[in-house]
């Protein structure tokens, strides 16, 4: 079952969504198949070091790479750096390792978001668990997140 802290959230703000159930997969590209969802549709989660005692989470499509370069010239931040599993499992313990949602909001993190995922008027993203992805509207998702966008970070 999707992570209940991203759930109680889209219901308590009376956002509709679907949930789609896949077999497991290692990689996006991989679940997104599984799913039957366009890789530059689904979106997948980042986290990142922005300094030592702070993170933020990077939001693209899940076709896509984080570019680092471009990330670290447009926030004027030359020690972002990619978190550490442990430190995933530490910020996320309610989702299953790499399958957080892209809510940096509700882990109260900043939220960067690729503009190539603003094409699309809905988009699916990880739910918490390895088997289940959440599809909103974007423009839903934009009210809820206030993600800040960025050109050039994937």
């Known amino acids: 079952m999707a992570c209940q802290r991203l759930k109680t959230y889209l219901n308590e703000s009376h956002v509709p969504y679907l949930t789609i159930h896949h077999s497991p997969a290692p990689t996006s590209q991989e679940v997104a198949e599984s ?3 366009s890789g530059k549709r689904l979106v997948k989660s980042v986290l990142v070091h922005l300094d030592e005692h702070r993170y933020a ?3 693209l499509p899940a076709n896509q790479h984080v570019n680092f370069v471009a990330l670290r010239h447009r926030l004027k ?3 972002i750096s990619l978190a550490s599993e442990k430190e995933i499992r530490e910020c996320f313990p309610d ?3 790499g399958m957080m949602p892209p809510f940096g909001n509700i882990y109260k993190m900043e939220t960067y978001l690729s503009d190539s995922v603003t094409h699309h008027s809905v988009i699916a993203f990880n739910a918490g668990v390895d088997d289940e992805l959440i599809e909103i509207a974007y423009t839903d998702y ?3 997140v206030h993600p800040t966008v960025l050109s050039g970070i994937a």
């Open 57 to 59: 989470m990077i939001v």
């Open 77 to 79: 931040n030359s020690k």
């Open 142 to 144: 934009e009210t809820l």
């Open 95 to 97: 989702c299953s390792l």
């Open 35 to 37: 799913a039957h969802v």
